[in-house]
């Protein structure tokens, strides 16, 4: 049995908020942020939107995608490391919110790589033949937990939902490989220190451009396939220039992998899902096409999965 992704949903928040407003209040500017990031603005959820609130709408958006009914959720499983409170957990808020009366639900926390982990971890429920339908959530109100007093982090985040639901798809379709991996000495580069997220951001950057292109290649080995086969590059949208790194390895156009860090910023679990709600939209990823998702976060985490698109 093969597992892949019915469909896909996104949620942002209305309020923009762009490098011109961060000049008034931290000291940095406009051409900074852009050439060291990539990034030109962000969404920030206001103080009556919280977690849960993005992941619902993410996830109604998945479900009607895959034409899924809540009643048919098997699991719910969120990525997020900024939940509502520390229990119940966002999972089981959105699994009353949705009315998946059947569907057991659990956070996972794996920071920016946890979507992967999620989806990875959903695969091996579904080719296990237990559970049919899966929701996987990844979502942030990173804005909840950035010091916006310093100049080194509060450029850097956004808030946002995307969502996909899986199940079993047909033959050579669906997830062909994954690679999930950790390393906890370097958790200290990257954390929720007291009150805010703290970053070493060169050794984070170091660490992000070695393992999203080892990671990529990784399973692309796995698979049997080589980098002329790969047709869609998603990579967590951090950095421009860690993506574009990954992009290199893999010998990719341009146009071939997707960028939408200058619209939201890193959204950490969220980016990934929302990259990929918004490629599919777009029209970009089409049945058959050979897609990578490789991501890196806080722990230190990361993960990569080559899906063959289709049902």
Excluded at 19 to 38: M, P, Q, Y
Aim: contains cysteine; hydrophobic residues 40%; charged residues 25%.
């Amino acid at each position: 049995m093969n597992a892949g992704i019915l469909g896909v949903g996104k949620y942002l928040p209305e309020k923009v908020v762009t490098n011109f407003d961060l000049e008034k209040t931290v000291d940095t500017s406009d051409e900074w942020v852009r050439t060291r990031t990539g990034i030109e603005e962000r969404r920030i959820a206001d103080d009556s939107i919280d977690t849960s609130d993005m992941a619902y709408e993410a996830a109604v958006q998945a479900l009607h995608h895959a034409s899924v009914t809540a009643e048919e959720i098997d699991l719910i499983l969120v990525a997020t490391v900024t939940p509502d409170k520390a229990f119940p957990s966002v999972a089981c808020i959105i699994q009353d919110r949705l009315g998946a009366r059947k569907a057991a639900a659990m956070d996972i926390s794996a920071a920016c790589a946890g979507f992967t982990y999620g989806i990875v971890t959903a695969s091996q429920f579904i080719k296990s033949g237990d559970y049919r339908h899966i929701l996987i959530v990844g979502v942030e109100k990173l804005s909840k937990i950035t010091d916006w007093n310093d100049r080194n982090t509060a450029v850097l985040f956004g808030d946002g939902a995307g969502a996909v639901v899986m199940g079993e798809v047909g033959k050579d379709r669906g997830i062909l490989s994954f690679e999930l991996g950790s390393d906890g000495s370097g958790g200290k580069h990257l954390e929720k220190a007291e009150k805010f997220i703290t970053m070493n951001g060169r050794e984070v950057f170091k660490f992000a451009v070695r393992q999203m292109g080892e990671s990529s290649l990784n399973v692309l080995k796995k698979a049997g396939l080589t980098k002329e086969d790969v047709d869609f590059l998603i990579p967590h949208q951090a950095n421009i220039r860690i993506m574009e790194a990954s992009r290199q390895r893999l010998e990719l156009p341009v146009e071939k992998m997707s960028k939408v860090v200058h619209k939201y910023g890193n959204t950490s679990s969220a980016s990934i899902p929302i990259a990929l709600c918004e490629e599919v939209e777009a029209g970009k990823i089409k049945e058959g096409d050979l897609i990578i998702l490789v991501g890196f976060g806080a722990g230190l985490t990361w993960g990569a999965a080559a899906i063959r698109w289709g049902k």
